[in-house]
């Protein structure tokens, strides 16, 4: 009997410790959350002063947060079927999982896979929202879209509609177990 509740203690412990760690996909939205909510504090400032000093501060700060947060092992950002910035192609492993979601609009799960030398890789689509069409919609403001032309002369990220498929975050990992 008392080998028995030992055992029992035993196994919940190990059970403690499996739920403890953190599953892959939990991870890697972890790691986005702090990047999403840097972008999106990026852009709030930037449309403080208009929009179209916005598509600057854009320009220069996006590429810069991602930065900051590949930190210890980890890399992250933003792809896209439609690119605004060319810098912004999907790595080798976000591809075929980006063609997946524009193949199928029903299909917007998260997806986690396994990379080589024990890494992980977490991707999740990006939607579009009625904030994203001042800067991405089917008609924009003519100093928006000049400002646009200017900065990304090979630009094809307008044209979306509200719920489209934009593009989606990724992040890569070492693996913990
Ligand atoms: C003020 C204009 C503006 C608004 C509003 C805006 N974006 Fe963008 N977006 C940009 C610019 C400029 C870039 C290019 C940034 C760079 O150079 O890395 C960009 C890039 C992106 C990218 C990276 C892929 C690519 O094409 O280069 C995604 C994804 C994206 N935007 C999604 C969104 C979403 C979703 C929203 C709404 C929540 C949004 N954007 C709102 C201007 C804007």
């Known amino acids: 009997m008392r080998r028995c509740l030992l055992l029992a203690a035993g196994l919940a412990l190990a059970a403690g410790v499996v739920r403890a760690q953190p599953s892959e996909p939990t991870r890697g939205a972890e790691l986005l959350a702090p990047f999403k909510r ?3 504090a990026a852009l709030g400032q930037g449309l403080a002063q208009g929009t179209v000093e916005a598509i600057r501060t854009c320009q220069l700060r996006a590429p810069a947060i ?6 210890d ?8 079927h439609r690119l605004r910035n060319p810098a912004n192609a999907a790595p080798e492993w976000v591809a075929p999982i980006l063609d997946a979601y524009v193949a199928d609009p029903s299909d917007r799960a998260p997806r986690t896979v396994s990379l080589p030398e024990r890494r992980s890789g977490y991707v ?3 939607l579009l929202q009625p904030a994203c069409l001042t800067c991405h919609g089917e008609t924009l403001a003519p100093d928006v879209a000049a400002r646009i032309e200017q900065l990304y002369p090979e ?5 979306f509609r509200v719920g489209d498929l934009r593009g989606v975050f990724w992040v890569e990992f070492p693996t913990e177990r």
């Not at 991602?66 to 930190?71: D, E, I, K, L, T």
């Not at 630009?155 to 044209?159: L, S």
């Open 66 to 71: 991602a930065q900051a947060r590949s930190v």
């Open 73 to 80: 092992g980890v890399r992250l950002g933003r792809a896209s």
């Open 155 to 159: 630009d094809r990220a307008v044209g």
């Open 124 to 126: 999740e689509p990006i």
């Open 38 to 40: 840097d972008l999106q």
